[in-house]
């Protein structure tokens, strides 16, 4: 048996001198004995040198961001570190060995001052199974560092070795970086950095499932109101419903009309006296099957939702004639045969590069207008431009400049400027909370011995609050069926008790606009339980509206109340009389 030399040793050996090899040495077996004469102490001073310059074999140690802590010593599987910047300061000697975990992720750079040295490294390598370990080279800001700057803008220190900074990752989402100031930060994840700061633009959506809530402190109840109110209150109609701006109920029947604004800009507003409902046939529950009559057109800024003529009939689009009249259905509420308030009488479609006007005609009407298509000269495309006694369309408010006028029936002279109150309100919105459903825009809280969020502090419900000028919404696309402002703090309090003690009082709407994304019966997706669920003593719903929240086959109620008694506001009012009690919702 012969066993090569080879290595440290062999290579070194023969560079010094110390074994003059022709060939190279063999060893023989036993049954071939080596013959040693001269050559015994330089083999002994060989063997010596070899051991010197073998590897030294030096600590393993182990990291493991998922199931390591940098108290532990690091030097088992089972008690590895666990983050790059305790690798950092450690001191390591040639031989070590550092391994990382495979699967894990570090947010850090790995930089190490200590040395190996020629032919004992510092090895830096994995262990375990999987994926190979991530060291992303980022700097993970710690969660307690960010502090609110305003609004939506947040900043959080960063080391000062980071001058520049061109990538940041939110969770899974990369952000933009924009120019640095915080009026750059306008959309989610915008982000700059800045004197050793990183700005970021985060909205973080309400993980409740409240929006404003009204509070209650004090077991006392109050002598006057807490009013919330907008800015621009004084630009808003005085003692009229807002939006329609309502005829008081004691005038004739043929001088009572009734306004519809429901979107409160005067973009899309109609009025009727004695409004009718016709069926085309039986039965009358479906389809296109019904003409609205008595209604008078006074303005529309909308969009078709099919093509002209239609191609390939749909649920929403059955008409694929080319000729008659055919209902178009749009995407704010619908535009009657006779219009007022324009004196061509004519209304304005344009899309697809093309601009024409056409005359409404009679005919189920119910989703939008109803059109001669025998009378255009130009097809359309879903998405055309509907105008009428505005400017615009798609229901911008863009009649700021343009208020067209119109005559009411009672002969009023009037114009759409006139009913544009949206301009002037405050906006309360519900929004998409973590569960992904919509939270409750308005609250009051609850009494606290009943154990129902969102609870007061005090052992009742909010009292004395008038709230007014307020465009109070839900979310567009919300489908949690939630109400839209809730003042039922007694769940748990039986009507058989006659307990109210604990209810909300003294609770007064004025001049509120209250409603869903249903801008046609066509066009909305909220489901909304109760746009007012009013548990109140002592309560008022003033000069206010509620549209937009009816849906097609869904129950839904405008305001709903089995325990409440409605009073007078006096201890709320500014001066104006109690006889607005009367006056039409």
Known sequence: MVERISGCWGTAAKRMGILQLRNDVRFANAISPFRMTRFRNLLRMAVLFAAACAPVFGTTYYVSSSSGSDSNSGTSTTAAWE???????????????ILFKRGDVWNESLSTASSGSSGNPITFDAYGAGAAPNLTGYYAVPATSWVKVTGNAWKAPVPSSYT?????????????????????????????LASGYVYVFAFTPNTSSYGLILPQSSSSIATSCIVLRSTADSSLPAGRVVGTHGIQDNLATSTDILIRNPDATGQNMYFAVGPTWTCTSSPCNSGNQAMLGGITTVSANTTTL?????????????????????????????????????????????????????TPQSCPNQTGVCINLSALAHAYPAGACIVYNTTGCGGAVTNGTSPFPFTLANGTVTNTLAYNDLQYMWTMQSEQNGSGVGEQALNGCNASSTASAPTCTADRGPDHWLIEDAEIRMFPGNTGNQNLATFNGVTTISNSTGDTSKMAQGIHFDRDWLHGDWTSVAVGSNSISDMLDAEIISWSFMNSMISQGLRPGGEHHGIYSTRAAAKDRSQCDRGRLDSNLRRRL
């Open 164 to 192: 520049t900074i061109n990538f940041c990752l939110f969770g899974s989402i990369w952000g933009q970086k924009v120019a640095a100031s915080t009026s750059n930060l306008t959309a989610q994840w915008d982000f700059y």
């Open 83 to 97: 983050t790059i910047a305790h690798v950092n300061g450690q001191t390591f000697l040639p031989g070590d060995s």
């Open 306 to 358: 099919c093509s002209i003529p239609q191609v390939g009939s749909t649920t929403l689009c059955p008409n694929t004639g080319t000729s008659g009249n055919v209902l178009v259905p749009l995407a704010n509420g619908y535009v009657s045969s006779t219009l007022g308030g324009s004196s061509s009488s004519v209304v304005t479609i344009s899309g697809g590069g093309n601009t024409e006007t056409f």
